[in-house]
């Protein structure tokens, strides 16, 4: 070891310059990564014989190109970011959950329960029991999971995914049998919660609550995660597991609370899904949100605060579909094309970081 | 290829070897012979380059200078193959087996040349006439995974045997064995070596192993030659003398007088399995006191790494209880704060370091959720950064920023966080050290002798886990040596008799 | 159908279903074992799956044969375990994001081609009638039975011969449990599980091809129902063994028939709780036997680990 002769004179102890060599590579690698996909995009786009600069144009257009179309982009949005936070979260725990569908099924499916029982109270109570009831449901459904791996060692990706099934299934047999409104017949639901004590939209737009929820929870896990002494805990058992039971850290009780906030988080999607858009348990509820919540945590790179824009990203993309089909004649599927090109296009960077000695700290002294 | 005819073992010579890795010059002019029919052992210390020097044999690196003669002409070995086609084969230090397959399968998958299509039945009658002149029996159909160590390092050798090598490599051979699996092992191949059937060249740290087994020597220090010569010409003295080098001899270490206080540690008849599922404590008891270093003595493998990872709360006890002031402990972060217990593991990036986190968050791991730290469970990051900052520079961490992975910094570099972490503080009440020295240079090593010395002195209970016996003996107030999970010897320092430790330690 | 035979049509339909329901989860479950038996896990099965349909659909309606739809469909798996293989062997990549990936990519694709071969009929498979010996129409109609389940059927028997006899059969197995000791023997981790992948793929995709051509018959986009992601759970089941991944995927398509049989003799009660019962037993099995301290019996050891 030579570092004990060449030691230089280290007296004081300076304040370390900001990193911003690491800081630009998160940036740069993220951006260029969408740029790419952008191009393979492109080309796909004129193999179907569609001009890409218009058609990104019509995307543009339809999902932020007006209030309205913001509007439509935002309510897509806020289901996303409470979603990706059921991946991003326990993602620092060093845990892989693909279960924010079955937790956001679950949520909403309990919710309704909630809404129904106190249905005749104040719109208030109806809510906020509503809210409560989906996120300890959903809360619930992925600590089941955790508590899964923690005592029985049993891989959470798979538990989380079959857990998904087995909630569609519950959903399904109760709005087809104990819970079935007999008026919905094409599409059987539950019995409604009344319309005037669902949640309303906000002032006078399309956007209504669960936008406040899905900001609010994403600003309010990035601050759990990077800032509080939890957080810390958190990180340190998804670093190095062993180091963090040599510093007494209780590893299964962090994990569990981690897995529970992760799952409310999807519960209250399902809720806001019931509260504000169905009116009712159904079938509409397992409409994919929990694979693109996945795709949007991991496009942030599980970063909270980056959640919420992708969220809004991924909502406009999601809105644009319809606007394909209609001015370029491309199917709807286009716009999953898109998103999964993104996805492996960012997936691919992942492994540039550290690549180009531009962005190391260390080797520029 | 595979022919039943026996050749003899292949001469092998080197010359002027010398093999670098970047600035650092792992091995420098190196000379040694292994002639047909001898037991040849490579020692040397950690790190004074016999791994390399065998990987070079081996084709896995190319030296830069230097000539590997085989057979009486200067080879070029580029891969583990081409040194197979010369006959040489390498058993390593971990298993290379694979653990889902049985005896047979993995016999003819370290073939070079499989069938595409395996005729199970030929290709067993072939295993079955080859094992009739094995010089150890295994199972042909016995899954790997069910075999216990000393048959999995059986299997290794077949597996060398069985492609031919007359020259066999070992790494440390024995080191996950027990003595008895390891003295079957070597004596049978010794039998071989003798018969003129096989040459071996060993690399080992144990003196026993060469006394009992080897015809000659040669040593490594540093990456340099440091002496040769016949086992029956030398003592194990001289033997250890060409290995530590003359410089060595000064590292006395000033030590007052052991004044053990209360006892503070106490281990009731801990029991605790291995990763396997074998029990690997096997009822410990231990007390050490305040104001007293007691080392545990013992060749790795033999339920140190557990008794270790039991303090740690990393292995949950099977049976027993581990007080500490006389409380039950429980290894919570409630407890370490107030019993004042630290702990310096081996492998300290696996075993101490959140690897995804910074240099800063790893040294506040102990710390983080006491002010001025944090505060109602938010973290204080200035706070964090300059107590990491002080440490950094008092413990000399490099690269000195704070914001850096730890996993980015040197082995070297990552002990000395953990050490600051551990030491820094200066409060520990028990400290416990697993080979705290292990891979550092002799300024660190001297460094941590005197942090240990030192907190013995100020009253701290010491439980130091080494495999050096020197530094245990010029550091312990009190030895004890541990052996296929158990202590089996326990005595102050004064009184230790280090033939008797070393007996129990081979038991 | 059950109408003659009343309450004996429960059992039938059920064996009928094992087969019939059970033949996808075969492809996809041999397709996973594959590739985990290489260490590598794949949850783009979907992905395929809907690929498989899709290109098997077309390709038969184009040239009007079904098995050249079916050999499509084993090419576009092939080709979408290419993206698969190599982007979750870059350093850094995570194996299951990857997976979710390329189920959105490949469903993504599938259903963008797909589009126009919604309505049109393309030819389908066709099947042997093993019923001829009963006059009853329900018997005759269980018993078609696709030859692409004998096909898989046999695919079981190889793979389990391919691992245990051959030259290729023991790299795959050495690279998936110790990938060091494998490199160490000179063998490329990377090919070996570059092929598993695309092989496992192909096989998922020949699994998609019999959803479009014989059962259900049609190129719908929502055909794979999550068989896809499920072939993970059905591995895992199966013990990482092919023949057990037969009798784990004739059990997978029983409990998926046994609802509709009791629905059509008067049961509605726990229709979608038995469509779940596989996937509850599948928990049930792993939180019996998993463990903190040891992997699972049967599971290759650098599966889950970045090496």
């Given at each position: 070891m030579s570092e004990t002769q060449t030691e230089t004179s280290l007296t004081s102890p300076e304040r370390p310059?900001?990193?911003w060599r690491s800081t630009l590579e998160s940036l740069v690698l993220p951006a260029g990564a969408i740029a790419v996909a952008m191009v393979l995009f492109g080309f796909f786009c004129l193999l179907a014989g569609a001009n890409p600069l218009a058609v990104y144009a019509s995307i543009k257009k339809a999902a932020f190109g007006s209030w309205y179309a913001f509007q439509n982009t935002l309510v897509r949005a806020s289901p996303l970011m409470l979603c990706a936070l059921c991946t991003a979260i326990p993602i620092r725990l060093g845990m892989v959950i693909i279960g924010n569908e079955g937790a956001l099924v679950i949520g909403g499916l309990c919710a309704t329960v909630a809404g129904l029982a106190v249905q005749q109270h104040s719109p208030l109570l109806v809510q906020s029991s509503m809210a409560l009831a989906g996120m300890l449901a959903g809360g619930l459904w992925i600590c089941f999971a955790g508590a899964l791996k923690h005592y029985r060692g049993v891989n959470e990706t798979i538990a989380t995914l079959l857990l998904n099934h087995i909630a569609v299934a519950i959903l399904n047999h109760l709005v087809n049998g104990p819970l079935k409104n007999p008026e919905s017949l094409n599409k059987p639901s539950s019995y409604p919660i009344p319309e005037d004590k669902m949640l309303h939209p906000l002032f006078g737009s399309n956007i209504h609550w669960g936008l406040v929820f899905g900001i609010v929870a994403c600003i309010a896990a990035w601050i759990l995660i990077h800032k509080t002494t939890f957080g810390f805990q958190v990180r340190t058992i998804g670093g190095n597991i062993r180091a963090a039971l040599i510093a007494g850290i209780p590893v299964g009780r962090i994990s569990l609370i981690t897995c529970f906030i992760a799952g409310s988080c999807a519960g209250l999607a399902g809720m806001v899904e019931v509260a504000a858009i169905q009116g009712s348990a159904n079938e509409s509820l397992n409409a994919n949100y929990g694979y693109s919540g996945f795709l949007v945590a991991f496009l942030a790179r599980q970063n909270a605060l980056g959640c919420i824009l992708l969220s809004i990203l991924l909502g406009g993309l999601i809105t644009s579909g319809g606007i394909l089909q209609r001015a370029h004649h491309l199917p709807d599927a286009t716009i999953a094309v898109f998103q999964g090109l993104v996805f492996i296009v960012i997936l691919f960077s992942e492994s540039l970081y550290g690549r180009w000695k531009f962005f190391r700290e260390d080797s520029h002294e | 290829m595979l022919t039943t005819h026996l050749h003899s073992p292949p001469s092998l010579e080197l010359v002027n070897v010398t093999k670098r890795f970047g600035s650092f010059v792992a091995n420098e002019n190196i000379s040694m012979e292994v002639s047909p029919g001898t037991f040849h052992a490579l020692l040397g210390e950690n790190g004074a380059g016999k791994s390399t020097l065998v990987k070079c044999i081996m084709g896995y690196h190319k030296c830069e200078e230097g000539?590997?003669?085989?057979?009486?002409?200067?080879?070029?070995?580029?891969?583990?193959?081409?040194?197979?086609?010369?006959?040489?084969?390498?058993?390593?230090?971990?298993?290379?087996?694979?653990?889902?397959?049985?005896?047979?399968?993995?016999?003819?998958?370290?073939r070079p040349d499989i069938p595409a299509l395996i005729d199970w039945k030929a290709e067993n009658k072939r295993l079955e006439a080859f094992m009739e002149t094995a010089p150890f029996q295994v199972p042909l159909h016995a899954l790997i995974s069910d075999l216990a160590a000393g048959q999995k390092q059986k299997v290794e050798i077949l597996k060398q045997l069985y492609l031919n090598s007359r020259l066999l490599i070992l790494d440390e051979p024995t080191s996950v064995l027990t003595p008895g699996e390891a003295d079957e092992v070597l004596g049978m191949l010794h039998k071989m070596v003798k018969a003129e059937k096989l040459s071996v060249l060993i690399i080992t740290h144990k003196f026993r192993e060469v006394t009992d087994y080897c015809d000659e020597i040669t040593v490594l220090r540093k990456g340099k030659f440091a002496g040769a010569g016949k086992v029956a010409d030398l003592t194990t003295s001289e033997m250890a003398r060409m290995m530590?080098?003359?410089?060595?001899?000064?590292?006395?270490?000033?030590?007052?007088?052991a004044a053990p206080g209360a006892p503070l540690l106490e281990l009731q008849e801990l029991r605790a399995n291995r990763d396997n599922g074998v029990e690997g404590v096997c009822g410990v008891d231990l007390t050490v006191r305040s104001g007293e270093i007691v080392g545990i003595a013992g060749i790795s493998g033999n339920g140190q790494r557990e008794l270790v990872e039991i303090l740690s709360g990393q292995r949950p006890l099977t049976s027993g209880t581990v007080k500490v002031n006389g409380q039950p402990y429980g290894m919570t972060r409630a407890e370490i704060e107030k019993n004042q217990?630290?702990?310096?593991?081996?492998?300290?990036?696996?075993?101490?370091?959140?690897?995804?986190?910074?240099?800063?968050?790893?040294?506040?791991?102990?710390?983080?959720?006491?002010?001025?730290?944090?505060?109602?469970?938010?973290?204080?990051?200035?706070?964090?950064?300059?107590?990491?900052?002080?440490?950094?520079?008092?413990?000399?961490?490099?690269?000195?920023?704070?914001?850096?992975?730890?996993?980015?910094?040197s082995g070297g570099n990552v002990q000395r966080a953990v050490l600051a972490r551990e030491l820094g503080s200066g409060t520990a009440k028990v400290l416990i050290a697993a080979n705290p020295c292990f891979g550092l240079d002799f300024a660190a090593v001297d460094f941590i002798h005197s942090q240990l010395l030192e907190a013995r002195n100020r009253g701290v209970a010491v439980l130091l886990i080494c495999e050096d016996l020197d530094e245990l003996l010029s550091l312990a107030d009190r030895i004890v040596?541990?052996?296929?999970?158990?202590?089996?010897?326990?005595a102050p320092v004064t009184q230790a008799n280090i033939k008797e430790i070393g007996e129990k330690m081979a038991e | 159908m059950s109408s003659e035979i009343g309450w004996l049509g429960v059992p039938l339909a059920v064996a009928a279903g094992a087969i019939r329901g059970g033949t996808p989860f075969l492809f996809v479950s041999l397709g996973e074992c594959l590739t985990e038996k290489s260490g590598k896990i794949n949850l783009g099965l979907e992905g395929v799956l809907l690929m498989g349909a899709m290109s098997a659909y077309a390709i038969s309606y184009k040239t009007g044969n079904p098995w050249l739809g079916v050999m499509a469909a084993a090419l576009a798996g092939l080709t979408l375990g290419l993206i698969h293989a190599w982007l979750s062997q870059r350093p850094k990549v995570n194996d299951i994001a990857v997976g979710i990936a390329m189920f959105i990519f490949g469903g993504g694709i599938?259903?963008?081609?797909?589009?126009?071969?919604?309505?049109?009929?393309?030819?389908?498979?066709?099947?042997?009638?093993?019923?001829?010996?009963?006059?009853?129409?329900?018997?005759?109609?269980?018993?078609?039975?696709?030859?692409?389940?004998?096909?898989?059927?046999?695919?079981?028997?190889?793979?389990?011969?391919?691992?245990?006899?051959?030259?290729?059969?023991?790299?795959?197995?050495?690279?998936g449990d110790r990938p060091d000791a494998a490199r160490a023997m000179g063998i490329s981790v990377?090919?070996?599980?570059?092929?598993?992948?695309?092989?496992?793929?192909?096989?998922?995709?020949?699994?998609?091809?019999?959803?479009?051509?014989?059962?259900?018959?049609?190129?719908?986009?929502?055909?794979?129902?999550?068989?896809?992601?499920?072939?993970?759970?059905?591995?895992?089941?199966?013990?990482?063994?092919?023949?057990?991944?037969?009798?784990?995927?004739?059990?997978?398509?029983?409990?998926?028939?046994?609802?509709?049989?009791?629905?059509?003799?008067?049961?509605?009660?726990?229709?979608?709780?038995?469509?779940?019962?596989?996937?509850?037993?599948?928990?049930?099995?792993?939180?019996?036997?998993?463990?903190?301290?040891?992997?699972?019996?049967?599971?290759?050891?650098?599966?889950?680990?970045?090496?």
């Open positions: 310059a900001f990193q | 000539d590997i003669i085989v057979e009486g002409a200067s080879r070029d070995i580029r891969s583990p193959q081409d040194a197979c086609k010369l006959g040489i084969g390498m058993v390593y230090q971990h298993f290379t087996v694979v653990p889902s397959m049985t005896v047979a399968e993995n016999l003819i998958l370290g530590m080098g003359e410089e060595r001899t000064g590292k006395t270490v000033a030590k007052s007088e217990i630290y702990i310096l593991p081996e492998e300290p990036l696996r075993n101490a370091c959140s690897s995804l986190m910074s240099v800063a968050e790893n040294l506040v791991l102990r710390t983080f959720d006491k002010a001025p730290l944090s505060q109602r469970g938010f973290l204080n990051p200035r706070a964090i950064r300059n107590v990491a900052t002080s440490l950094i520079s008092r413990f000399r961490v490099r690269p000195p920023n704070p914001a850096n992975a730890i996993g980015n910094l040596v541990m052996t296929s999970g158990r202590l089996v010897y326990n | 599938a259903k963008f081609i797909g589009k126009p071969y919604i309505q049109p009929l393309a030819p389908q498979l066709g099947s042997f009638d093993l019923g001829g010996w009963s006059s009853n129409s329900a018997v005759q109609s269980a018993f078609k039975i696709c030859p692409l389940f004998f096909v898989g059927v046999t695919a079981a028997f190889l793979l389990h011969w391919f691992f245990r006899s051959t030259r290729w059969g023991l790299f795959v197995r050495a690279v990377w090919s070996v599980r570059a092929l598993c992948i695309m092989g496992g793929s192909a096989f998922a995709g020949i699994g998609g091809a019999y959803l479009s051509l014989f059962y259900p018959g049609c190129w719908t986009e929502s055909i794979s129902g999550g068989q896809g992601m499920i072939a993970v759970a059905l591995v895992i089941f199966a013990r990482w063994n092919p023949i057990n991944c037969l009798w784990a995927s004739v059990l997978f398509g029983a409990a998926q028939a046994l609802g509709p049989a009791l629905q059509s003799v008067g049961i509605q009660k726990g229709y979608y709780l038995f469509n779940a019962s596989p996937y509850i037993l599948t928990l049930a099995v792993m939180i019996a036997t998993c463990s903190t301290k040891r992997k699972l019996a049967g599971a290759p050891g650098a599966l889950g680990s970045s090496s």
